[in-house]
């Protein structure tokens, strides 16, 4: 049967308004599972590239189970209760953080400008962007599944109202007109010393984008902990243990710096170089990078418990040797290389706590 | 009779203009673009097919305004880019699927004959990754046939082609020369002067950056 005659059949040309909503429709059914599948795989290889770290998280929400997953949906049936508009502009900013870094992912990938071309009503581009976006939200709706059940029939507007405002606000991320990571570092005057491996990072916008986000976030969260605590020991404990899980997640630089390098190392040891120069240039991007999270932290410290500084100069100083320490494992440790950097910050982590509250 | 209009088009990426000042009207026909490397034809037909946005002017398909009127304007063009565009994991048969689906039509008896002539039936059953070069062209090529469009714009169509779908190719654009605006950009000169199409020099066309 030629290809065009089993078309035929699925597809009628439409005559009405009526049958145009029905092609818009079949359009829809033909293109939601596509690009729901496309998602599925890039998200997919991203959690086996980091299955050790998947791995240690999944362990992590296992033990903590009730505590992880009931405090986001307390928080969120708070909100849902109004009144704090605070709380409400971090949840949509948090939703846009979310979207940035994955958008070119969640917006179909390498079939989008092509789909751009097709008679697609806007209607119908929303509503895959939706279908995706859903997906691609499932631990917030079973966070708000739960805040749903804590706060029972009252809160189901107010978290019902939430929802359409996190999706308004990563429909809006998903087509706000951004530059290129890329040309941005480009066009940053940095010394050549760093400016190569940024743009080597910038190559991956996405999981160098959520690895960035997600160091700032944990300095955030253990700021606000430290406030909770009122800047005790507590307070410097969870700063130390928060600093060991950011070294964590950034020492998987080190390996895509390594794999970026690799084209030009034959070339740069024909260059009137030191031998150790890639070495200190991954180690000075991954400290740069580093330097952000731990700065957001000494700040908040410095300003709200002065006396707390002197032990952030310490700390600088142990935390700068962590994350040049990290490198060995990921570079060394072969499959076990992120299992290895785990160890290594547990016991940095537990080092450094014990100087810090001697 | 205008099908393809362009007026004072410019194109930007990243702030950094490419071309500006482009303006054109063409009726049925055949048209070659040609070029040095770089230049900006691919960002051109780009543009004409509404997949980048110009940063200056209109385009208008056959009376209808691409940016104020989109979808009757798209439902009368199709365009084939260089690259495929097609999921790695989709077959061949669900790309065309697709496009139909896009166009509320059906592939159509023209699609049919091209892929009978592109040897490509065998081909629709398997996945866009495991397609050879020259196939995923003769692909993008026959989805450019669904629906019945006015203004056709291929990205280096010959390109991978064997002799017989080039050929083939060849024919089907001097079938549609008389009803629609078929332009291409291309390097090989043989191909553009197989068609017979009216040659465009971009530098002639464009104002560079």
Same mark, same amino acid.
């Given at each position: 049967?030629?290809?065009?005659?089993?078309?035929?059949?699925?597809?009628?040309? !439409?005559?009405?308004?009526?049958?145009?909503?029905?092609?818009?429709?079949?359009?829809?059914?033909?293109?939601? *599972?596509?690009?729901?599948?496309?998602?599925?795989?890039?998200?997919?290889?991203?959690?086996?590239?980091?299955?050790?770290?998947?791995?240690?998280?999944?362990?992590?929400?296992?033990?903590?189970?009730?505590?992880?997953?009931?405090?986001?949906? %307390?928080?969120?049936?708070?909100?849902?209760?109004?009144?704090?508009?605070?709380?409400?502009?971090?949840?949509?900013?948090? $939703?846009? &953080?979310?979207?940035?870094?994955?958008?070119?992912?969640?917006?179909?990938?390498?079939?989008?400008?092509?789909?751009?071309?097709?008679?697609?009503?806007?209607?119908?581009?929303?509503?895959?962007? &939706?279908?995706?976006?859903?997906?691609?939200?499932?631990?917030?709706?079973?966070?708000?599944?739960?805040?749903?059940?804590?706060?029972?029939?009252?809160?189901?507007?107010?978290?019902?109202?939430?929802?359409?405002?996190?999706?308004?606000?990563?429909?809006?991320?998903?087509?706000?007109?951004? *530059?290129? !990571?890329?040309?941005?570092?480009?066009?940053? !005057?940095?010394? %050549?010393?760093?400016?190569?491996?940024?743009?080597?990072?910038?190559?991956?916008?996405?999981?160098?984008?959520?690895?960035?986000?997600?160091?700032?976030?944990?300095?955030?969260?253990?700021?606000?902990?430290?406030? $909770? +605590?009122?800047?005790?020991?507590?307070? %410097?404990?969870?700063?130390?243990?928060?600093?060991?899980?950011?070294?964590?997640?950034?020492?998987?630089?080190?390996?895509?710096?390594?794999?970026?390098?690799?084209?030009?190392?034959?070339?740069?040891?024909?260059? !009137?170089?030191? *031998?150790?120069?890639?070495?200190?240039?991954?180690?000075?991007?991954?400290?740069?990078?580093?330097?952000?999270?731990?700065?957001?932290?000494?700040?908040?410290?410095?300003? +709200?418990?002065?006396?707390?500084?002197?032990?952030?100069?310490?700390?600088?100083?142990?935390?700068?040797?962590?994350?040049?320490?990290?490198?060995?494992?990921?570079?060394?440790?072969?499959?076990?290389?992120? %299992?290895?950097? $785990?160890? &290594?910050?547990?016991?940095?982590?537990?080092?450094?706590?014990?100087?810090?509250?001697? | 009779?205008?099908?393809?209009?362009?007026?004072?088009?410019?194109?930007?990426?990243?702030?950094?203009?490419?071309?500006?000042?482009?303006?054109?009207?063409?009726?049925?026909?055949?048209?070659?673009?040609?070029?040095?490397?770089?230049?900006?034809?691919?960002?051109?037909?780009?543009? /004409? @097919?509404?997949?980048?946005?110009?940063?200056?002017? #209109?385009?208008?398909?056959?009376?209808?305004?691409?940016?104020?009127?989109?979808?009757?304007?798209?439902? /009368?063009?199709?365009?084939?880019?260089?690259?495929?565009?097609?999921?790695?994991?989709?077959?061949?048969?669900?790309?065309?699927?697709?496009? @139909?689906?896009?166009?509320?039509?059906?592939?159509?008896?023209?699609?049919?004959?091209?892929?009978?002539?592109?040897?490509?039936?065998?081909?629709?059953?398997?996945?866009?990754?495991?397609?050879?070069?020259?196939?995923?062209?003769?692909?993008?090529?026959?989805?450019?046939?669904?629906?019945?469009?006015?203004?056709?714009?291929?990205?280096?169509?010959?390109?991978?082609?064997?002799?017989?779908?080039?050929?083939?190719?060849?024919?089907?654009?001097?079938?549609?020369?008389?009803? @629609?605006?078929?332009?291409?950009?291309? #390097?090989?000169?043989?191909?553009?002067?197989?068609?017979?199409?009216?040659?465009?020099?971009?530098?002639?066309?464009?104002?560079?950056?």
């Amino acid at each position: 049967m030629p290809f065009a005659t089993g078309l035929r059949g699925l597809l009628p040309v !439409p005559t009405s308004a009526n049958q145009a909503r029905e092609a818009t429709l079949r359009f829809y059914v033909v293109h939601a *599972p596509v690009r729901l599948r496309h998602y599925a795989e890039r998200s997919g290889r991203v959690i086996l590239r980091q299955w050790q770290g998947m791995l240690l998280l999944g362990l992590l929400v296992i033990g903590q189970a009730t505590t992880i997953l009931m405090f986001p949906a %307390m928080l969120l049936a708070h909100l849902a209760a109004g009144g704090n508009f605070g709380g409400i502009l971090g949840l949509a900013l948090l $939703a846009a &953080l979310y979207v940035l870094p994955q958008r070119q992912t969640l917006r179909g990938g390498p079939l989008a400008p092509f789909a751009g071309t097709l008679p697609i009503s806007g209607a119908t581009r929303v509503l895959l962007d &939706l279908t995706v976006l859903l997906v691609a939200d499932a631990v917030l709706l079973l966070e708000l599944a739960l805040a749903a059940a804590v706060g029972g029939p009252p809160a189901w507007p107010g978290l019902l109202g939430l929802l359409a405002l996190v999706l308004a606000v990563q429909l809006a991320a998903l087509h706000l007109p951004l *530059p290129d !990571p890329r040309t941005l570092v480009r066009r940053l !005057p940095l010394p %050549m010393l760093l400016k190569p491996n940024l743009q080597a990072l910038a190559e991956f916008p996405a999981s160098i984008g959520t690895r960035v986000l997600v160091t700032i976030g944990l300095a955030a969260l253990a700021a606000m902990a430290a406030t $909770a +605590f009122h800047f005790d020991a507590r307070a %410097m404990s969870v700063a130390v243990g928060v600093l060991a899980l950011i070294g964590f997640v950034l020492a998987d630089l080190y390996r895509v710096l390594f794999a970026a390098h690799a084209p030009i190392r034959t070339f740069l040891a024909t260059l !009137p170089l030191s *031998p150790h120069h890639l070495l200190l240039r991954d180690l000075l991007t991954v400290l740069l990078l580093g330097s952000v999270p731990f700065l957001m932290l000494a700040v908040w410290f410095g300003v +709200f418990d002065p006396g707390g500084l002197a032990a952030f100069a310490l700390l600088a100083v142990a935390y700068a040797g962590l994350l040049a320490a990290l490198r060995w494992p990921v570079l060394r440790g072969g499959s076990l290389g992120a %299992m290895l950097a $785990a160890i &290594l910050a547990a016991g940095w982590a537990g080092s450094a706590i014990a100087m810090v509250l001697k | 009779m205008t099908l393809l209009a362009a007026h004072d088009l410019a194109a930007a990426y990243d702030g950094r203009r490419i071309f500006s000042g482009v303006s054109f009207d063409l009726g049925p026909g055949i048209y070659a673009l040609t070029g040095r490397n770089g230049s900006g034809k691919s960002t051109l037909l780009r543009l /004409l @097919a509404g997949a980048q946005r110009p940063a200056k002017g #209109h385009i208008s398909v056959a009376g209808r305004d691409l940016a104020r009127d989109p979808i009757a304007a798209r439902l /009368l063009l199709s365009y084939a880019p260089d690259e495929s565009p097609a999921y790695p994991f989709m077959t061949g048969g669900e790309f065309l699927h697709m496009v @139909a689906a896009a166009k509320s039509t059906t592939a159509g008896p023209i699609v049919d004959s091209l892929i009978a002539a592109f040897a490509l039936a065998s081909s629709l059953g398997e996945r866009v990754d495991m397609l050879s070069l020259g196939t995923r062209k003769k692909l993008l090529l026959a989805a450019a046939w669904i629906g019945t469009p006015e203004v056709i714009l291929l990205d280096e169509p010959s390109n991978a082609l064997d002799g017989a779908s080039r050929d083939a190719l060849v024919a089907r654009i001097g079938v549609d020369s008389a009803r @629609a605006v078929i332009l291409f950009a291309s #390097h090989e000169a043989d191909f553009v002067a197989d068609t017979g199409a009216t040659v465009i020099a971009f530098d002639d066309l464009a104002s560079a950056a």
